[in-house]
């Protein structure tokens, strides 16, 4: 079994990853995401991709938490926007192998920790708690949305989490802003959380106050 970890974030060869992941949908630039690359890519922002047996089957990117993709906030610390193993390819821990990969890479710019969210009872297969859990991530704390977009989904309710997996013993445990979360991301249109343009809302989640 071969595996190729490969940068993608400048070169025109795997540009198309930048843009459409690996969705089996059409290649095209859009105007959020081109801001979002245009102001994080020169700030440390990285996207990779796993080639196993010439079959790209697995990405990952993320950066440092100022320039991240989610209102995670952290002193010394990355951010993983999203990380993604294709189903086909499951059961080979390629999700653990990029973990890995850019733990020791984010190391020699001295990160001290690497956060990201988790989702429960959410409609989509990205993300999931369990599958976050499994990479080594634990959770620091979580709160409870509902959907207010999407005629299908809206009023669903689901659980969004903060992971953070420490490198160093010292990692100052990371923070998320929790009202910016409500008005969903636009970075990355594939994102479980994207917030599309059409949904002229201010915010497409609302918290939801459970008691205990």
């Known amino acids: ?21 690996l969705c089996p949908m059409p290649y095209r630039k859009y105007r959020s995401r081109d801001a979002y690359l245009h102001t994080a890519i020169p700030k440390g922002f990285r996207k ?5 047996n010439r079959d790209i089957v697995g990405t990952i990117e993320y950066a440092p938490a100022e320039f991240s993709g989610l209102p995670i906030l952290g002193s010394n610390i990355y951010v993983m926007n999203c ?5 086909r390819a499951k059961g080979h ?26 989702l429960e009872n ?11 859990e499994k990479l080594g991530f634990r959770t ?18 689901f659980r969004i989490y903060l992971m953070w997996l420490p490198i160093e013993p010292d990692a100052e445990i990371p923070a998320w802003n929790t009202e910016k979360l409500l008005r969903g991301v636009t970075f990355c249109l594939a994102h ?9 809302l201010e915010k ?6 459970t008691v205990v």
């Open 192 to 200: 479980p959380l994207y917030h599309p343009q059409s949904y002229k």
């Open 122 to 132: 959410y409609p989509s297969p990205w993300l999931k708690k369990e599958q976050i």
């Open 1 to 21: 079994m071969t595996i190729t970890i490969i940068d993608i974030t400048e070169g025109e060869k795997y540009e198309k990853y930048l843009y459409k992941c």
């Open 83 to 87: 990380i993604w193993v294709l189903r």
């Open 204 to 209: 497409i989640f609302e918290k939801i106050e």
């Open 140 to 157: 620091i704390e979580s709160t409870t949305l509902s959907m207010l977009y999407n005629e299908k989904y809206r009023g669903r309710i």
């Open 93 to 118: 821990n390629f999700g653990k192998a990029l973990i890995s990969n850019i733990i020791q890479e984010i190391q020699t710019v001295n990160a001290k920790g690497l956060a990201t969210i988790a």
């Open 48 to 52: 990779k991709i796993l080639v196993w």
